[in-house]
């Protein structure tokens, strides 16, 4: 799904690495089927009842509730509890966040792992809090790979013989037979994996044209690459579902941490996604930037870790409560004229 996911049904007990230290150390988080935070078996979902309205979460490590303390102290039960607290009574519905985020993704691993096991869901509403892999993967890896792509290529080999290394050559060239029929020309390259690496992103660079020149002056990451492949990854979830309404949220992102990786050009990137995405199937879109509103209140200065993209828990909550106060009320009902 994306080489360095989450792994299925872990329980993590303790201080948790590269997280909110400052706020906790006693971490509680654990994992459900195929590495997502769901309480039940993907494969095999429960029936949705009738009064039920399903809220479906992608995203990356941010959506997924990363720097939550415990799970229930994460976005996506947040906004479960606060709309069953806030709206239930009004609409007569009960609502369930089913959370498919996964750390490390881009838009485009959201759009196939909803493919894959969200149809039978049946889901009123999904939700995209993204933004932030979608700018950094490709900055990163100069292109529209994912984040563990070209270790993955690395892995997997062999190259061509002008990439192979001098031992993989002769290899070839003097025993032939063990080089065809055994794995040890596989062990080979896994034992050399970190130089690898480098000849697989090469190759790939240059197939796919990422590479313009000589100079290997590449392809702007921020509107050449993450713009397009966000919108179309998104116009690809709305299509395929069939026009359920869409929540997008922008991701904060707080420069100064942020630096060298981006450029304050994210406020024009969001801006132009709104907008090629704005009546794309029908207008069931509802945008909400956070990066601009974190900005105006200055809430960086709270998260203090990963760019405002890992909250502690009282920030997720914070960002639970805005969703509900921001989003109209039209959008947490089921409609007799919404699309299907």
Do not use: C
């Not at 759009?111 to 993967?137: C, K, T, Y």
């Not at 063990?178 to 390259?189: G, M, Q, R, W």
């Not at 579902?241 to 929540?247: D, E, Q, V």
């Not at 100064?256 to 704005?278: D, H, I, N, V, W």
């Amino acid at each position: 799904y994306s080489g360095n996911h989450t792994q299925p049904n872990v329980r993590h007990i303790g201080e948790m690495p590269a997280e909110n230290q400052k706020f906790y150390k006693n971490f509680d988080v654990w994992s459900g089927e195929h590495g997502f935070f769901v309480d039940f078996d993907l494969d095999d979902p429960p029936a949705k009842s009738v009064n039920e309205f399903r809220i479906v979460l992608v995203g990356g490590s941010g959506a997924q509730g990363w720097g939550g303390r415990t799970n229930e102290e994460m976005f996506y039960r947040f906004l479960e509890k606060r709309l069953n607290e806030r709206l239930s009574v009004k609409t007569s519905l009960r609502y369930r966040v089913i959370n498919m985020a996964m750390a490390g993704s881009i838009t485009y691993q959201n759009f196939i792992s909803l493919n894959q096991w969200a149809h039978r869901l049946e889901p009123d509403l999904i939700i995209s809090w993204s933004g932030g892999n979608d700018i950094f993967v490709p900055a990163i890896t100069g292109s529209d790979a994912y984040l563990n792509y070209y270790g993955v290529v690395a892995a997997i080999g062999p190259f061509p013989p002008s990439e192979q290394s001098h031992l993989l050559r002769w290899l070839d060239a003097n025993f032939p037979g063990i080089a065809a029929f055994t794995s040890a020309k596989s062990l080979l390259v896994l034992i050399g994996l970190a130089q690898n690496v480098p000849s697989a992103r090469r190759l790939y660079l240059a197939r796919e044209e990422y590479i313009k020149s000589k100079n290997f002056k590449g392809k702007d990451p921020l509107f050449e690459i993450a713009l397009p492949t966000y919108v179309n990854s998104l116009k690809s979830i709305k299509r395929d579902f069939s026009g359920i309404p869409m929540i997008v949220m922008f991701q904060a992102i707080d420069w100064r941490q942020a630096y060298p990786y981006m450029e304050l050009e994210y406020g024009q990137f969001t801006k132009s996604a709104e907008t090629l995405l704005k009546g794309y199937v029908n207008d069931e879109w509802f945008f909400i930037n956070f990066h601009e509103i974190w900005n105006r209140e200055d809430l960086f200065k709270e998260a203090e870790l990963y760019y405002g993209l890992h909250l502690p828990s009282f920030l997720q909550e914070k960002v639970a409560n805005q969703v509900i106060e921001l989003v109209p009320k039209k959008y947490w009902d089921k409609r007799s004229n919404q699309v299907r």
